[in-house]
């Protein structure tokens, strides 16, 4: 770090073993990522009035090269906060995930999620409980009514648009987990 660890107690008393702690914590930051410039760290015991457990509020503020990046551990969700190192450490192992998203993002390494298949309903035959579905690349795809999902199969259409899990069955492509879509978002 290019300034040193900046470290503030409030509603209660500084504590050389939390602050120890929250030392040791940050130093192993600059393993996470070695430009950072900045850390600052608040530990915040709740007023005196409170009626529930003391539960623990810890904010971390990093910067680095064009970005600054929070955490705000809020108490409330924590049961386990009770324990000041026990909110440090949430804290702490919650700043490394920002870290690690904010290099993969540097280096183009975002997660991409595959788009699942989709098509529409080309022919339907309720009487055996399956249909087929015409992909966008013209194929065919076999589903079973049992496929269908968070909708009841006699209440599809032909020509409704579905988004599908492609396996391979014993006679060719069949589809599972299919999902009509609304014409905004999945029917379900």
């Not at 999620?113 to 699942?116: D, G, L, M, P």
């Given at each position: 770090m290019q300034v040193p660890l900046q470290i503030s107690f409030r509603n209660m008393d500084p504590s050389a073993t939390v602050e120890a702690a929250i030392r040791e914590r940050a130093g192993k930051m600059d393993q996470w990522h070695d430009q950072i410039m900045s850390c600052q760290v608040m530990v915040e015991a709740p007023h005196k009035h409170h009626e529930k457990g003391k539960l623990y509020?810890?904010?971390i503020d990093v910067t680095l090269p064009g970005a600054e990046l929070v955490v705000n551990r809020e108490p409330d969700l924590h049961q386990a906060h009770q324990d000041v190192y026990v909110a440090v450490r949430d804290a702490f192992l919650a700043m490394?995930?920002?870290l690690e998203n904010y290099v993969n993002r540097r280096r183009g390494e975002v997660k991409t999620?595959?788009?699942?298949p989709h098509g529409r309903v080309s022919q339907l035959f309720p009487d055996q409980g399956y249909g087929i579905i015409?992909?966008?690349d013209g194929r065919e795809v076999y589903f079973h009514e049992h496929s269908v999902l968070n909708l009841d199969f006699k209440k599809i259409e032909i020509?409704?648009?579905v988004r599908f899990s492609e396996e391979q069955g014993d006679q060719g492509p069949q589809a599972s987990s299919v999902s009509v879509v609304g014409k905004y978002h999945i029917v379900g």
């Open positions: 509020h810890v904010r490394q995930r920002q999620h595959e788009v699942s015409e992909t966008a020509g409704a648009e």
